[in-house]
């Protein structure tokens, strides 16, 4: 945070708002100590990024390759960062065309190459295994079936849980894992045909996922409660995002009835204040994400001209692209804190302009 605050505070006019939200970064700090967390990898990305923008200004090819190695570092953690790797040479081609000071498009290639040669070695033993070259894992197949469990209601009978992938396949009389190669194939053969049977279907679950992405907050961990009150928690926080229709965990709920857990114990102060903890998450990262995205609104013409800000943007529209078009949890919007934070303290320090300026003319009246 120390170095993306050197680099970006002399990028942002509201530098000392960007050092408290930094700071005080408690959801980043909470997803590196998740379990399965993204944290690694956004860390990395976030480096990557910070060398590839300096570098694309500069000119320098040595922090662009630089820049491609962590960014494929990143990518042999979390596969979503195939999307960024793709996309860099086209967004820097489109900025030459543009005539933006940072469009690149040799420079964006060679850090796209320089990530390619880094998962390269992961895609081989996936020829040797499976007999196909992939830059991916296995459980690719599993996460986007299961997504389309996301839509509430859909047509598929899909249910947004890891388990449902071993039911559908058991269900076609394939008894294999879902994470095998075979599975992964026969999972993914599914998704896409589960879209080319109900397209509008697809597109109102990448809808509702936009906006699940836009209001559902951050992930801020959990607080430690005994387990026999976590029942009561778990009970009435999925109940609570089921109203609000922020992807409500289905077969925790339906498991939960059907062991009668209705009679779970009433949670204790302790325990209302860990959901209320969780709930802080939800309402305060809501209104941090969109701050974020006023501030790219405030700031465009700044992020024509900065290559820094403007790979920040690229990175955030290509992460709720995956996230609408697949799988979202309130992790995935976490790992883009560091992104969103200088937009957000562009958005503060002008909300506070605005209020100066209303408030002026009451002080001067009164004080007349």
């Known amino acids: 945070m120390g170095i993306a605050w050197l680099v970006l505070g002399?990028?942002?006019?509201?530098?000392?708002?960007?050092?408290v939200l930094l700071v005080f970064a408690i959801p980043w700090h909470a997803l590196a100590v998740s379990l399965w967390s993204p944290a690694p990898a956004a860390l990395l990305v976030l480096i990557a990024l910070l060398a590839l923008?300096?570098?694309?200004?500069?000119?320098?090819?040595?922090?662009?390759?630089?820049?491609?190695?962590?960014?494929?570092?990143?990518?042999?953690?979390?596969?979503?960062?195939?999307?960024?790797?793709?996309?860099?040479?086209?967004a820097a081609l489109v900025a030459r065309v543009l005539r933006l000071p940072w469009g690149r498009p040799l420079h964006a290639s060679l850090a796209s190459l320089c990530a390619i040669a880094i998962m390269l070695p992961w895609a081989i033993?996936?020829?040797?295994?499976?007999?196909?070259?992939?830059?991916?894992?296995?459980?690719?197949g599993m996460v986007a079936l299961i997504s389309l469990g996301q839509l509430p209601g859909n047509p598929w009978g899909i249910v947004h849980h890891d388990s449902f992938a071993s039911e559908w396949l058991e269900s076609r009389g394939l008894h294999i894992d879902p994470l095998s190669t075979?599975?992964?194939?026969?999972?993914?053969?599914?998704?896409?045909?589960?879209?080319?049977?109900?397209p509008g279907a697809y597109a109102r679950k990448v809808a509702r996922n936009l906006r699940n992405s836009l209001i559902g907050g951050l992930y801020v961990g959990q607080m430690e409660v005994p387990?026999?009150?976590?029942?009561?928690?778990?009970?009435?926080?999925?109940?609570?995002?089921?109203?609000?229709?922020?992807?409500?965990?289905?077969?925790?709920?339906?498991?939960?009835?059907?062991?009668?857990?209705?009679?779970?114990?009433?949670?204790?102060?302790?325990?209302?204040?860990?959901?209320?903890?969780q709930t802080s998450g939800v309402a305060i990262g809501a209104i941090f994400v969109c701050l974020g995205f006023a501030g790219i609104a405030l700031s465009r013409r700044q992020i024509a001209d900065d290559g820094v800000l403007a790979l920040f943007v690229l990175a955030i529209a290509m992460q709720f692209a995956v996230m609408a078009a697949l799988q979202y949890l309130p992790r995935h919007t976490t790992s883009l804190y560091p992104m969103l934070a200088p937009f957000a303290a562009t958005s503060i320090a002008e909300c506070a302009r605005l209020f100066s300026r209303w408030r002026a003319p009451r002080v001067a009246k009164s004080g007349g």
């Open 227 to 277: 387990d026999a009150e976590r029942v009561a928690l778990d009970r009435i926080r999925e109940r609570w995002k089921q109203r609000l229709g922020l992807n409500p965990n289905f077969r925790e709920i339906e498991t939960q009835e059907r062991a009668g857990l209705g009679a779970a114990p009433t949670p204790s102060i302790h325990g209302w204040l860990a959901l209320a903890w």
């Open 182 to 198: 075979e599975g992964d194939r026969l999972l993914r053969d599914g998704f896409y045909e589960a879209i080319r049977a109900h």
């Open 125 to 140: 033993h996936m020829q040797r295994v499976s007999g196909q070259l992939s830059f991916t894992s296995t459980n690719g």
């Open 10 to 19: 002399q990028r942002v006019a509201a530098r000392w708002t960007l050092a």
């Open 53 to 90: 923008g300096t570098g694309w200004e500069r000119g320098s090819l040595i922090r662009c390759a630089l820049a491609g190695t962590l960014l494929g570092m990143a990518a042999n953690f979390r596969s979503e960062t195939l999307a960024l790797v793709v996309v860099l040479p086209v």
